[in-house]
Nanobody, 119 residues
Framework: QVQVVESGGGLVQPGGSLRLSCAASGFTFSVYAMSWYRQAPGKERELVAAISAGGSTNYADSMKGRFTISRDNAKNTVYLQMNSLKPEDTAIYLC?????????????WGPGTQVTVSS
């Protein structure tokens, strides 16, 4: 069955770094667009970064220059390298796999991993 599982979250001090991983299985990972979202308490879910099946990337403005998304199709894994973390980056980070094909929308989410930026 389809599985999307995030890992790598935790507590980090302001200015620190974390690398999140999202391992996928049960579908053809290489043809899916992958993205990271985050949701902070009391706030709407927002896009952090996305990478297409072809490797094109895009980022939310507040993450540009600090976060890097990448994928390893051989490992069915997408990564989010987060540097220069700020307290406002505290949120649950969720991984999404999506493919829109012939009017069908295949859309899978992981349960999320908590990132807390605090001194």
């Amino acid at each position: 069955q389809v599985q999307v599982v995030e890992s790598g979250g935790g507590l980090v001090q302001p200015g620190g770094s974390l690398r999140l991983s999202c391992a996928a299985s049960g579908f053809t990972f290489s043809v899916y667009a992958m993205s990271w979202y985050r949701q902070a308490p009391g706030k709407e879910r927002e896009l952090v970064a996305a990478i297409s099946a072809g490797g094109s990337t895009n980022y939310a403005d507040s993450m540009k220059g600090r976060f890097t998304i990448s994928r390893d199709n051989a490992k069915n894994t997408v990564y989010l390298q987060m540097n220069s973390l700020k307290p406002e980056d505290t949120a649950i980070y969720l991984c999404r796999a999506r493919r829109q094909f012939r009017r069908l929308d295949y859309d899978y989410w992981g349960p999320g991993t908590q990132v807390t930026v605090s001194s």
